[in-house]
């Protein structure tokens, strides 16, 4: 039987895989990590399971987390802490009375602001300047329990939702590593999360989320780009011809109408409400055209009318 502090730690994405290690480095005998199947798409970063793998820890892939045999086999290994690191489940309140150091999650803002889901493309898609990590004890509720610890993370004008996430990935870990000694001692310092700030929620993101408008001004389209940009599926542009995703672009100072397309020598730019964004990358059907000349003709062939000379 282990003499140090056992977990049982549930996780998912580049954010649960460096915070899987920042209890690893705390001295945590994680006991078992419940996760899910890496998806085709999801290549691009490495999952907690192959962590766990690495380092001998048993793997459990969970599409139904909360049903009674998860229930019964958590209980059997008696684990002093439970942790949630960027789970895609609601864990049962049955099973945060398991543990009796305590039941935290990791969550990427600086709580009570953004609570729910996609909070780092939530951050870039509103025009924030600032966000951060959260680790807090965990209630039925979503991402209200009393704060442990945050980290704050400044937001790059040009951030993306993948920038922005490995550096949060690395915050999480350097913030388990520090904090969870505290949590193990008991010495920790809890905060309600009403004394610091109102709170505020946001839903997972749909495919609507991403649509730009031309009524938006530049920056508010520029921000919905970079919330998700590759490997994110893409901002778009919608007309009765079809559907343009736009991977990159970049505000410009050039004037463009807008709804309307412009090609100069720096590449296109497309018009919005206050400015305009010049195009990096544009995806037609799957077929990504970084040309120019290739973007002109995509925007006319989707109806968009060219910028008067």
């Not at 709580?111 to 004890?137: D, K, M, S």
């Not at 329990?145 to 999480?172: F, H, K, M």
């Not at 000694?181 to 989320?209: I, M």
Request: net charge negative; aromatic share 8%; glycine share 10%.
């Amino acid at each position: 039987m282990s003499s140090r502090p056992t977990a049982i730690v549930c996780a998912y994405s580049p954010v649960g895989r460096e915070a899987l290690h920042g209890l690893l480095e705390a001295g945590i005998d994680v006991l078992g990590l419940y996760t899910y199947p890496q998806g085709p798409e999801e290549g691009w970063f490495e999952p907690p399971a192959r962590l766990a793998e690495q380092t001998g820890i048993p793997v459990h892939m969970a599409p139904d987390f909360n049903a009674d045999g998860v229930f019964q086999e958590i209980d059997a290994l008696g684990p002093d802490f439970l942790f949630s690191f960027y789970f895609r489940e609601m864990i049962q309140a049955r099973f945060l009375d398991l543990a009796p150091l305590g039941a935290y999650n990791l969550h990427g803002s600086l709580l009570p602001a953004y609570r729910g889901r996609a909070p780092i493309n939530w951050v870039l898609a509103r025009g924030e300047t600032e966000t951060g990590v959260t680790l807090h004890a965990m209630t039925p509720k979503p991402d209200d329990g009393d704060i442990l610890a945050q980290a704050r993370l400044s937001i790059a004008w040009d951030e993306t939702a993948l920038s922005l996430t490995l550096r949060a990935a690395e915050a999480g870990r350097t913030l388990l590593r520090e904090t969870v000694p505290s949590l193990v001692r008991g010495t920790a310092e809890r905060r309600v999360q009403k004394s610091l700030g109102p709170s505020t929620y946001f839903g997972g993101r749909k495919p609507a989320d991403s649509r730009l408008d031309f009524a938006m001004t530049a920056r508010q389209a520029f921000n919905e780009i970079r919330a998700v940009a590759d490997p994110w599926p893409n901002a778009f542009i919608e007309t009765e011809a079809g559907q343009a995703k736009i991977p990159w672009a970049l505000p410009s100072t050039a004037p463009c109408p807008p709804g309307h397309f412009r090609p100069t020598s720096e590449g296109v730019l497309l018009g919005f409400a206050d400015g305009s964004l010049r195009i990096h990358a544009l995806m037609i059907k799957g077929i990504r055209l970084e040309r120019p000349t290739e973007q002109a003709e995509a925007f006319r062939g989707m109806g968009l009318p060219a910028a008067p000379a």
